[in-house]
């Protein structure tokens, strides 16, 4: 029915047109913004003195946390200051804003701001914040069976830990924002945010503002990935305190050197688990204790914990589960929402899990997952969710079968006999991945549909087109509600002028849930065009409101119900829409959408925490260089069920470019930091994200029909988040390479538990395959594997 249309900014992107905050031409007296921020992971401020930056030409303020009304923000907890007030809690964290007129004097002035610490002990790792109970939130729990018991009575057991370290967003457009004064005490914010509505909030508390008095803009985003669901905020609110203090526009853009060190990352994760099974490798029970890094501020980390725990099961039924999740107050950067939102975290424990189960058994990591995978009898989460219309053992049944698995399995283990230096691994993995925010009066959104006298029509959402194509999407729905070309259709500029109490365009949903609400008004306005449509069709022309309603020489048409013929009885839209204005027929609508079926309770951990789930399977074949410990992805199939797509081109965008970000999380993107916790890695030389080179060398995308979604608008499927946790099989490969390596010597390493963190660098990698060559070497929080083997 619609057509994979290009992305709506594609063509002014690749000819440089496309306008990103910073590319707003300056207004007159326009400000730029800097920051002084703290050199220190933990610190008493004893002074801040800006005399030597005013004294700068052309430096025009220096702000600090006594020009903040209201000093507090955070996304869910109020926890942390917008500008430093008594002590410092993370290197990066901020504590002056300098605005200046030019660059120069910027830079100046942001130097010339004397501030004196006084260094306090800091928690700088997740161990460090255990041994302190140094926690934010309370412990969360989500539990079906009896698991010791369950433990007690499997025929064996196994244990092991996992570490996951963050990951930056990396982002090609970094944090920005402008604020322009308007009339008088209003400010107009353009920001680079996922949740203009929040933006609008933290900006209006910390000016002292009504939320009437602020408007905040997002006209697109260069990439977000979820670092600018809360994030942006900030950001916002001090280029508004710069305008609300000089009545100047103020601009403030972060480097990338600056935006890395500043703002937070993916979670780090520590995980302990112990798992019962039988000889045949079917999953009887899994205990896990989840602990995450949430550096200074609670920001997101707790509802991001809450995710990782309601993915701990992932594609498998376990019988009896327990998964509990802490989440760790450290001295570092607040850590924050990325792609995924905990979930990567809770299938990378499960998918190590099935791969250990295999090994110990004898058996394919595949068959073990074939046979844990949720089936009809076994189709209940552990919070107590049916999984409906589940699609996994055909996505697995038709994976292995297309993508040759057997036979490349063979060859695999023939390859590596004969050239153990170069072991490929091979690992097919799977996700089910929950299409809702967890929370529920999150699942909610608003739209305006306004058709104008032309027939062309404006949409505006809460949605935040961040390269996802959420606009192109919702386009194609309206113009398909519409029965018109999507050519006659605009999506706007997000703006909380238009759409106010609107939630953060995350959790994947962003076309659900507004494409949903623009439908809801599109479908009014459809109704009461056809009404009108009906009435004229017995009219003769003359008397049709474009001949007569400037004079009055007929009666306006009595419209009563909207009619249930939704056709326009052959009236061209643009005619029709004419013809309403002039007989006062609004064709202007609101729309409001609320995800039905929620239930899930956060105090019982039970309930329809998802409207439903996006499922996938991915295998990938890599080549570990066992002298470099490099590795290279050969081969990956990978396939979806994405329902009924809207668009199938931005579909495949979402699948192939959220797997290869996937990878760069397991395998290359590193983040050093100092002794003190300062991030040493923050620039691309440095980080090393994905390049066309890392790119699978055979990437093959598939999807299957899938007509059974009928819980989503139009049988669709999120995309949005979930293809990145499919790269998972590309950690889980490398660790079958490294296994395939060990079994082939004679030492005890066979039969340990394969120990690789995410992500698997090179130097892991290496550790991994020769544990002993770096028996005594310091590894800052790598806590090796225990095999705990046949019970006695
Ligand atoms: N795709 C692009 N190009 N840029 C992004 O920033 N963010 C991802 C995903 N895909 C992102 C992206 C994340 S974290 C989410 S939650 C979804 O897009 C949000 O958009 P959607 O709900 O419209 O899918
Ligand atoms: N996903 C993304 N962002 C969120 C969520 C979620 O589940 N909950 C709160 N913010
Ligand atoms: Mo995406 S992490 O939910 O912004």
Redo the contacts with the bound molecule.
Sequence with gaps: MTRDTPHESARSHVRGRSEFVDDRPPLRGELLCGLVVSPHARARIVAVDGTGALAIPGVACVLTAADVHHNRWGPIIEDQPLLADGEVHYVGETVAIVAAASRDALVRGVRAVVVEYEALPAILSIDAAVAAASFIGVERTIARGDVEDALARSPRTLQGRLTIDGAD?F?LENQAAIAYPCDGPQIEVHSST?HPTETQHVVAHACGLGARDVVCVARR?G???????SQASPIAAYAALVTKATGRAARLVLSKDQDMIITGKRNPFQIGWRCGFDDDGMLRVVDAQLHSDGGAYADLSTAIMERALAHCDNAYFVPAMRVRGRVCRTNVHPHT?????GGPKGVAMIESIIEAVADATGRDSLDVRRANCYRPGHDTTHYEQVVENNCLPELFERLEASCEYRARREEIRRANAQRPERARGLSLTAVKFGISFTTRFMNQANALVNVHADGSVQVSTG??E?????NT?IAALVAEELSIPQESVRVMPTSTEKNANTAP????????V?GAAALDAARRIRARMSALAVRLNDLPREQWPSKCAGVGSAPEIEVAAPSADLSYCGIPFAKLAFECIRNRVSICEYGHFRTPGLSFNKLTGRGRAFRYFTQGVACSEVEVDTLTGEVKVRRVDLLMDIGQPINRALDL??IY??FVQGMGWVTTEHLVYDSGAKLLSHSPSTYKIPNIQDTPRRFRVDTIDNNGNTANLRGTK????PP?LLAISVWTAIRDAVQSVRSLGDGDGASAIVDLPIPATAERVLRALSPDAFWGVEHSGEVPSRHLGKKR
């Design positions: 967003h982002y996922q985003l990439g977000a990935f979820g670092g600018k669901e929402a990325f792609r995924g939102f949605a935040v961040m390269g996802q194509g959420v999407r365009t995350a959790a994947s949903v962003g076309t659900d507004n965008g979402q470019g959220g999120a995309t949005g988040e990145l």
